[in-house]
Structure formats: structure tokens, C-alpha cells
């Protein structure tokens, strides 16, 4: 029993048949993790443990122990080319921890290896370790689908479906057996949380391409929370938008890392200083320097990330 | 570069407008052409018989009576029985080529769709009535007699020839051309939209069902709407395999007959009058409703095209 089919199976207590049944499904895409059948019998007994039981609540007591994501000497490869080459970092939970650096320098590889966003990318390789609660998200027995329902992640550009504002809030939540009324809560919740429910409470129903790009960024951060993740993703979340926008989703930023693991992706230093606790500094697909934000702007440690910093490289 | 080269250079130039030009207007004179000679020689029989060509039953050239419905009904009913076999196959199959199949596979299964839409009509006709029409009969019939033969639609005697078969042939004939742009159309959604529903938790098969086809619903529709234009106008292959009788039956057994397996099977022996402009009119039905089918899906195309493209660059973009 590990903790990514205990959530599955805590959201799922209630529709036991639907938790089976996806379960099979996820096994069809083998290819990308073949799940042992041993699993499915696992999730089935341990779901009669975990009827009963105020399913929601003691999934995220569960479940917010001890999130921390840990790489060990991670190296990433998209065919030949090495892009990773060795990187080892320790994030600690409910922070928010920027990922700082010049272009191509392998930010957002790391930070898609970390939902193993990259599994589709054909010629990927991963060499090396990625722990998130002590666990090796690449070991072959690790469900992607299941890791990145605790592991959800926003994208540079704005990419709501073409559905309606509530449709896409409540997108992710098929096969966990909620029932509307409550996918309605989880989309109101959500909403709230990423800050826009005043904004679009009276248009749940209208094309959310309707929203402004800044809108729609945050109804896919409200998207991606209401799956219920313990770490969010962030790559580049604010490039593709105007600064008054880019304010809205930095307050949201200090908001989310008070309850959420947050991994930071950002071009921009201001922002990576503003909201970050510790920051991380990659060049050539390594981690330069790593430390408390305050400690990697005003005291760097090394001469590239001074560099990098005041401005002199990148 | 002197000052006569220069006029030569335009002139040059000028003529190459011309001649694209030319050979680009040819096209629409073409089918302007067609059109109009097609009216003028039928025009006797439209005259005649008006709105009773298309609904009179009677097909009689020796007292030059001319009702076209049963080949009407064969041409839509064959056409419908293939649409139903071959739109959730290509489909399918497109979706496995775009989204799942490893590089390898893909080039070789795409190889053999391509083969397939190579392969001469003439050549699929002489496989239905060695291969396909004994199958059918012997066992594709029996088994839908024995469990839906309830149905009316699968009623009478086992012949092999008849409308199932043809529906069948025209099913394979047309699963290149849905497959190909069903993979066009899926190719055409966004990277985005696939990461956007595989970061929220969903499987590859719920990605595929919610987030990809319905993307670019009216690509699909495109596909599907040309492929039933080929199945309306295939000739050689179904007058192969239909059986040529014309017969307005609830049965897929029963033999049938379609607009143009007649026009196959008759225009050698026609002589001219009444007779040949009902032939031609029937040609000008075809003409009309391709052309009808044609005009609607490029209404659809190009507008969803506008809308997706561009946004597939940059597809595997990485950092």
C-alpha cells in the first residue's frame, strides 16, 4: 500500500466500482507504467478499509505528512542530448521554491519530470531518482495518472479547454466518483482559492475562452486544485501576461504556498524573489547554487549566480 | 542587371502569372462545363418526368419510362452501410496513429492505409466476388441471420451479392481518405490540450475521448462528410459486388443497385433520345449532390484550420 493509490482509493471509497474499473483503464496504457495486477487487489481490499471513513478529510491528513520532493542525481536525456546532467535538490513542503536561470538551461525539463509530463515526449529518458514522500515517482510501479493528481501543474500560456468556466474547473474530477453536487463544491472551493470566483460566480456556465488571458490562468490554477494536489507546478505562469495580471497571480502564488507544495518556474527574478522561500539557480542543466531566497540574491555563494542575479549573464 | 534584362524578367514574370492563372481558371471552367452540358442533354428528360425521376420506382427503357428512386436508395443505403463501418474504424484508427502508436508502428500502419487508397477500384471489385461475396454469404449472413435476424434489415436469403457486400467493399475503399484527415484534424490540437488533461490526473484514453476529438469536432465531421462523397460516386467495385437489380428492399441482403453501377452498366447500350438524357440526368444528380457534400465540408475546413493551426507549432517544444 503506498500513498498514491491510499488517495485514490479515499476519493474513490464511496464508487468503489468506478475506482476498479479506471484502474484497468490506466493499465491499458502500459506502455507508459505497466501497474502490477497485484495492485488491483490491493486497491480493492484496502477500499472496504476505507469505506466508512469521512473519505476527503482523511485523505489529506493522510496524505499531508510529508510531501517533500527530493531528486537524486537526476539526469534527464531527450534522445542524445543530456539535458539534466546530474542534479540533486531537496524541496521542502508547503513552501514555494523558485527555479531560476537563463534559458534552456533545464527548468522546466525538472520541473516536468516532477509529474512526469515528459513520459510522452519520444527519445526521453530519465537516469538517476525523483523521491516526492520518499517514494520514486519512476519505479515502475508508480501510475503517472495517480501522481499527477497530487502533483498538478500550470503551463506558461493559458490552456482552458474550449468548455464552459464550470466545465473546465470540474474537468479533472471524472472517475472520482463525486457526485454534480459535489463537483459543484469542489469547482466553487477551487475557484476561491484561485481567486476568481467573484469574478465569474454569475457566468459559471459562459465559454471560459471568454475570460481574459489572466482569468483564464487562474481558472486553471482553480482547474488544477481542485483534483486536490499536495505539490503544484508552475512553469512560467505569468510570461504570457500583462504585469496587472501577473500581480493577481503572484498574490495568488503566496496564498497557495501557505497550503500547497509550489515549484516555481520564472524568467523573472523579481518574481522568483518576491514570492519564493528558496530558489535554485540552474545553468547548463545543473543546479549552480540552492539556498534561502534571501541568501541566493543578497550573499550568492557563487560567481555565476551573482552573475545571473545582478543582471551581468543570462 | 541591365535595363532590358529587367523588362524580360517582367515580361517573364507576367506570363507566369498567366499561365497559373489559366490553368487555375481551367478548373472552374471545367466544372462550369460539366454543369452545363450535363443540364442541356438532360434537359428532355427533365422536362418530362420533373420531381417523378427522382421519385417514380419505374426504370423501363423499352417504353421510355424513367423513375430513379431505387438507385437512389441503393447509392444512399450502400453509401450509409459503409459510413457506419468505417467511421468508428477510422477514427479509431486515426487516434491510435496521432496519439498512441510508438513512431515505428505508426509509419508502417500508415504505409498500408496509404496502400489501401492505392489500390484500384477494378482490383477491390474482382476481391468482392472471390474473397468478399463467398465470406458474406457463407459466413458474414448465417451469423447476423441467426442473431439480429429479427431485424428487417437482415431478412432473406443469404446471396453473397446484394447491398451488405457492397456497404462492406465501399467501407474499406473509403477508410483511408476518414483515416488520413481524422489524423490531420487530430494533428491540428494543440499539445496543449493533451498536456492540459494528462496534468489533471486523466489516462490517455480519457485525454483522447474529452480532450482531443472533441478539439477539432468539425475536422472530423469533414472527413467523414468526404468520405461518404467517395462512397456516393464509387462505380466499378460496388457494380461488382450489389448485384444490379433495382430494389427498394428493408433487407441488406437483397441485391441493389446504385446511380452509378447503372450508368456502368447501361450507357454501352444506350441510343440516344429520352433514354440517354435520363442517364445523363442521373449523372447530374451525382454531379449535384458531390458537389453539394464538397461545397459544405470546405465551408467547415478551412474555418477549423484557421482556428487550430499555428497553435499545433511548436508541438515538443522542450526546455
Known sequence: MNLFEQRRVNENGRAGSVAVGSRAMTLGSAAVAPAPAADIAEVSSSMRAASGASAGAAARAQTSTAPIIAAENLRTYYGHNEVLKGVSLKLPQRSLTALIGPSGCGKTTFLRTLNRMNDHIPGFRVEGKVLVDGRDIYAPDVDPVLLRRRVGMVFQRPNPFPLSILANVTWGLRGHGLSRKEQRERAEESLMKAGLWDEVKDRLKEPALRLSGGQQQRLCIARALAVRPDILLMDEPTSALDPRASTKIEELMLELKKEYTVVLVSHNMHQARRVSDQCAFFLHGEVVEYGPTEQVFENPQDERTSAYVSGRLG | ?319
Open chain 2, 1 to 319: 542587371m541591365t535595363h532590358e534584362k529587367l523588362e524580360t524578367a517582367k515580361l517573364g514574370e507576367l506570363a507566369f502569372r498567366g499561365a497559373t492563372a489559366a490553368a487555375a481558371s481551367s478548373i472552374l471552367a471545367l466544372a462550369a462545363v460539366y454543369a452545363v452540358q450535363m443540364t442541356t442533354n438532360s434537359w428532355e428528360s427533365i422536362v418530362r418526368f420533373g420531381w417523378d425521376f427522382v421519385t417514380g420506382t419505374a426504370w423501363d427503357p423499352v417504353s421510355d419510362v424513367y423513375g430513379a428512386l431505387p438507385f437512389i436508395w441503393g447509392t444512399v443505403v450502400s453509401s450509409l452501410v459503409a459510413l457506419v463501418l468505417a467511421v468508428p474504424l477510422s477514427i479509431g484508427l486515426a487516434a491510435y496513429l496521432s496519439e498512441v502508436a510508438p513512431v515505428r508502428i505508426r509509419r508502417i500502419v500508415e504505409f498500408f492505409v496509404e496502400l489501401l487508397a492505392a489500390i484500384p477500384s477494378v482490383v477491390y471489385g474482382l476481391w468482392g466476388i472471390f474473397v468478399l461475396v463467398p465470406f458474406v454469404r457463407e459466413h458474414v449472413q448465417p451469423f447476423l441471420q441467426n442473431t439480429l435476424g429479427f431485424l428487417p434489415l437482415f431478412q432473406g436469403p443469404p446471396f453473397g451479392y446484394g447491398m451488405l457486400t457492397a456497404g462492406i467493399l465501399l467501407a474499406i475503399m473509403i477508410l483511408p481518405i476518414i483515416t488520413s484527415l481524422t489524423r490531420e484534424a487530430l494533428h491540428a490540437v494543440p499539445i496543449a490540450q493533451r498536456e492540459a488533461s494528462l496534468a489533471l490526473g486523466s489516462t490517455r484514453w480519457e485525454t483522447i475521448r474529452h480532450a482531443v476529438l472533441p478539439y477539432n469536432k468539425s475536422g472530423i465531421i469533414a472527413a467523414i462528410v468526404l468520405g461518404l462523397g467517395r462512397a456516393l460516386g464509387e462505380t466499378m467495385a460496388v457494380t461488382m459486388v450489389i448485384g444490379n437489380v433495382p430494389l427498394i428492399s428493408p433487407s441488406l441482403f437483397m441485391p441493389g443497385q446504385t446511380v452509378a453501377s447503372l450508368l456502368a452498366n447501361e450507357f454501352a447500350e444506350v441510343s440516344g433520345g429520352l433514354y440517354l438524357s435520363a442517364l445523363t440526368e442521373l449523372g447530374l444528380l451525382l454531379f449535384g449532390v458531390t458537389f453539394i457534400l464538397n461545397v459544405v465540408t470546405r465551408l467547415f475546413v478551412p474555418l477549423v484550420s484557421r482556428k487550430v493551426g499555428g497553435a499545433a507549432e511548436g508541438r515538443r517544444q522542450l526546455t
